[in-house]
């Protein structure tokens, strides 16, 4: 399967470069699989689509302020982005440039008062550093930089911009951007039309953003990301399955998290089981969705794994001509950008 057939033409003037100041007053493009028709709505709209009793299932990962700049003795500058905390000060980190991370050699942050030894290569092509002090979260806090995506060329005015309004649990480098266009309001709005709420975390690191470069999209790799299912959770998703209710993935993070930790029961009913782990599950067409029956998320780059995912769920034809259908009608794409409801 070529990588190739995810592919597109976007104009650069429709890569959002922030956020609607009011959240949820972005545009919806609403896909129907059955008929295979296209619907244009606001986001805040969202609830004349759901029924009583159907889930939205949220994630509630928060972006960690993962962008640090570090210097090394000869005074040239490394840009880090931390990727995954592996206890005791060791973390997986990307390096900019990486030809300059050395093994064996310290770099320093924030004028000396932290520093941290490269110790060896990752088979992500990142590094494997050690921070002294080991607790690192104050440099974190007073030092670091939103990680936003490379596409995004304006300045963040509000570093809560790029997280959820139900961001509760630290471990992310990047968004899951399709929570972003939630408010508080809204959520009530939902809760009070009966519309059912789970919170799972996936916390989304260098898997969410790596691009796919082989040719053929089967050998592509997935790294692993933690996540999270609470028996809470799983017990809120497992009755609404139980029950015949739409499940509601928002994001392909989400999407990513309960088709992990999906199995069939006794009773020939799909359910989630409660679980922690890492998971690598690369989602591409000729996937039998388990959990999810509906899938709302953003507008995703070419040949992403996002984008192959979204494809999996709706067809790859039927989403190649949504984008067509977005770009003609100037829809704002990516992180910042317009949602896309898959019924």
């Known amino acids: 399967m ?27 493009l609403v896909l129907n699989r059955k008929d295979k028709s296209l619907k244009e709505a606001f986001f805040k709209d969202i609830v004349e689509f759901i029924n009583k009793g159907d889930l939205f299932i949220l994630n509630d990962t928060r972006v960690l302020p993962a962008r640090l700049f570090a210097k090394r003795k000869t005074g040239g500058q490394l840009e880090i982005l931390l990727l995954k905390d ?14 300059k991370a050395r093994l064996g050699e310290n770099i320093y942050f924030a004028d000396g008062r932290s520093s941290a030894q490269i110790l060896e290569k990752t088979p992500a092509g990142g590094r494997l550093v050690k921070f002294s002090p080991v607790n690192i979260r104050r440099l974190m806090n007073q030092y670091g930089k939103m990680p936003l995506p490379h596409y995004i060329k304006k300045e963040l005015r509000m570093p809560d911009y790029y997280q959820t309004v139900y961001a509760k649990k630290d471990g992310a480098v990047a968004a899951p951007t399709a929570g972003l266009h939630f408010t508080k309001e809204l959520l009530r709005a939902l809760y009070h039309r009966g519309v059912e709420i789970a919170y799972i ?14 040719s053929d999209i ?5 790294e692993t990301e933690f996540y999270q299912i609470s028996p809470d959770a799983a017990r809120i998703i497992n009755q609404a399955k139980t029950c015949g209710k739409k499940i509601i993935a928002v994001g392909t993070t989400v999407a990513r998290a309960v088709e992990t930790a ?15 782990g890492e998971t690598r599950l690369y989602i591409y067409p000729g996937h039998r969705f388990k959990i999810i029956d509906m899938l709302l998320t953003n507008f995703h780059l070419a040949r992403s794994t996002n984008l192959i995912l979204v494809s999996a769920f709706a067809g790859i034809e039927f989403i190649r001509q949504a984008y067509q259908y977005a770009i003609e009608r ?6 910042f950008g317009d949602a896309m409801l898959v019924k």
């Open 262 to 276: 999906g199995h069939r029961s006794q009773k020939g009913i799909y359910q989630v089981k409660a679980e922690e």
């Open 86 to 99: 592996r206890g005791q000060g060791a973390w997986e980190v990307l390096v900019k440039p990486g030809k």
């Open 201 to 214: 975390t996936l916390h989304c690191g260098l898997a969410t953003f790596r691009p796919v470069k082989t």
């Open 218 to 222: 089967r050998e592509h790799r997935m």
């Open 330 to 335: 100037k829809f704002r794409f990516y992180s």
């Open 2 to 28: 070529g990588v190739s057939e995810f592919d597109y033409n976007l104009p650069e003037e429709l890569i959002a470069q922030e956020p609607m100041s009011n959240r949820d007053e972005c545009r919806l």
